[in-house]
């Protein structure tokens, strides 16, 4: 019990450090918007769940639960974390010294490189691939810092998906809609055909049973946080053309 509340201790200080650094921007700029606080506290609690909550034994022999932790380690809380607009929370709470590196290191090559959606789908959906098609999977369970590491992977490579397809934060490296929409189309692909994959070949030590459980809500679970990204991205997509929409239809009414 002892152990457990230990692990609770990191995820109480993401929400108190957000929380106090979303007070201390007020101070100088517009109001932090209510909603961006409701999205990281919801994000962390998803990770905290996986983490240090009673899911954790339960993933261990179960291959559903663990698939449950999948959904809202990987997907869920990625995309909500993302829509947390951390990093221009970040840059509103430095000083302008510590912002221009910060921001040059966001203008970086290697940063280019991380956030294209392909890099970042191949990262995401192509580890889940590794994990699920070798003995990854059942090697995690038999080895702590194997265990950390891939739970450390799947979160980040979430973040790192939801991030390129939805720009939220400051984004130097934009791209443009349709490339995005392309490689999100194949992303969503992949990971469906990974699902039915698992329902047939079920990994190592996964019984068949457990493993047609957990394909099903990998497959249903993920396409309900999936219609969320596409909703997210066509909206941005809408948004970025309506002002030149607008001043096509002003420029032809001048004109009539």
């Not at 457990?4 to 700029?29: D, G, H, K, T």
């Not at 918007?33 to 034994?57: K, M």
């Amino acid at each position: 019990m002892h152990n457990e509340l230990i692990l609770f201790i990191p995820f109480v200080l993401l929400l108190m450090v957000y929380i106090f650094a979303s007070f201390r921007s007020n101070r100088q700029y517009k109001r932090w918007p209510l909603y961006r606080t409701l999205f990281w506290v919801s994000g962390i609690l998803c990770i905290t769940a996986v983490v240090a909550g009673p899911l954790v034994n339960r993933a261990h022999m179960d291959f559903t639960a663990h698939m449950l932790g999948h959904l809202l380690l990987g997907m869920a809380s990625p995309l909500l974390i993302v829509l947390s607009a951390p990093m221009t929370l970040v840059m509103r709470n430095l000083n302008v010294k510590l912002a221009r590196q910060l921001s040059k290191i966001l203008k970086s090559y290697p940063i280019r490189i991380l956030s294209d959606p392909m890099f970042a789908s191949l990262f995401n959906v192509g580890g889940l691939w590794i994990l699920y098609t070798t003995d990854l999977y059942s090697a995690m369970h038999h080895n702590i810092g194997l265990y950390f590491f891939i739970h450390v992977h799947v979160f980040l490579a979430g973040y790192m998906y939801a991030a390129a397809f939805i720009s939220i934060d400051p984004t130097p490296h934009r791209t443009n809609f349709i490339y995005r929409a392309i490689v999100l189309v194949l992303s969503f692909a992949s990971h469906g055909i990974l699902s039915k994959y698992i329902y047939a070949h079920p990994p190592l030590g996964v019984t068949k049973t457990q493993a047609e459980m957990g394909s099903m809500l990998m497959y249903y679970g993920g396409d309900a946080i999936d219609i969320a990204l596409i909703y997210i991205l066509c909206w941005q997509w809408y948004k970025s053309k309506k002002p030149l929409a607008w001043g096509r239809f002003s420029s032809e009414r001048r004109l009539s």
